[in-house]
């Protein structure tokens, strides 16, 4: 099997979510889904004061695992500047370090789900983007209605993600950072001027608009029909993460 011109880059901290560890479950079912083929394995194990031993445990269990790991230091907290400014670090840190052309970008709490092989999915994201350069993400939703999600952003939060749909496929304005594929250069240069203006500094709303410049003027966003392939979010309280064999909807 020939190698995806593709870095797995999963970003995890000792904290975990709620007291719990997702990121062997996260790890173990991407690799369990495409268990050769990719382009190579890295991630960032963010810690904090007094959390050395779980920092080792990570580090090593992640090598075991193919990865290459980074381990760097910062005291943080959810919902500060501290958090956000942290994670743009760590996708600098990360980037510049990635060699292959794209990286799919995993937080250690999301996992895929596919009608398909996910290798399909990925392989189909990276020739949009070698085809399409006015794109510069291909992104997983979460939600079976993310058209009627998007479309409904505006009234909500007062964001235009100008959603256009074809065939369940959409093309939008609206980044996140759920799982989703990118040109490796794109997001290193986009997190480069990021650090050299003023916009917000946000891993969503800062870097997305930067990306926005980079990209089509109108929709440089690509989603995949939900219909087909969808994440799903198990980072939450026991009993309430994502069920993973049925839609689940935005209200």
């Excluded at 960032?44 to 580090?59: G, H, L, Y």
């Excluded at 009627?148 to 369940?168: F, Q």
């Excluded at 980079?214 to 989603?223: A, D, I, V, W």
Aim: net charge negative; proline share 7%.
């Amino acid at each position: 099997m020939i190698p995806l011109p593709l870095t797995f880059a999963l970003f995890t901290s000792t904290r975990g979510h709620f007291g719990r560890d997702t990121y062997q479950t996260t790890v173990n079912d991407w690799l369990h889904q495409l268990p050769v083929g990719w382009g190579g394995l890295r991630a960032n194990v963010k810690w904090e004061p007094n959390q050395e031993a779980k920092r080792d445990e990570m580090r090593e269990w992640l090598a075991g695992k193919g990865f290459e790991v980074t381990t760097p230091c910062q005291s943080w907290k959810h919902h500060d500047s501290s958090h956000q400014e942290g994670y743009l670090a760590d996708m600098m840190l990360m980037t510049s370090q990635i060699t292959t052309p794209y990286y799919l970008h995993i937080e250690d709490d999301m996992i895929l789900r596919g009608d398909e092989p996910i290798e399909r999915y990925l392989a189909e994201s990276i020739d949009l983007l070698e085809d399409n350069p006015d794109l510069v993400q291909v992104r997983f939703a979460r939600w079976a209605n993310e058209f009627e999600r998007l479309k409904g952003l505006k009234a909500k939060h007062n964001i235009d993600a100008n959603p256009v749909e074809k065939d369940g496929s959409i093309a939008h304005r609206d980044w996140s950072n759920n799982p989703f594929i990118a040109r490796t250069r794109d997001v290193r240069a986009a997190l480069r001027f990021l650090f050299l203006t003023n916009l917000p500094r946000h891993s969503e709303h800062g870097l997305g608009a930067v990306m926005k410049i980079l990209g089509h003027p109108e929709q440089p966003f690509f989603t995949p029909s939900p219909h087909e392939v969808r994440c799903r979010h198990i980072g939450t309280l026991p009993g309430e993460e994502d069920p993973l064999d049925q839609p689940i909807y935005s209200t």
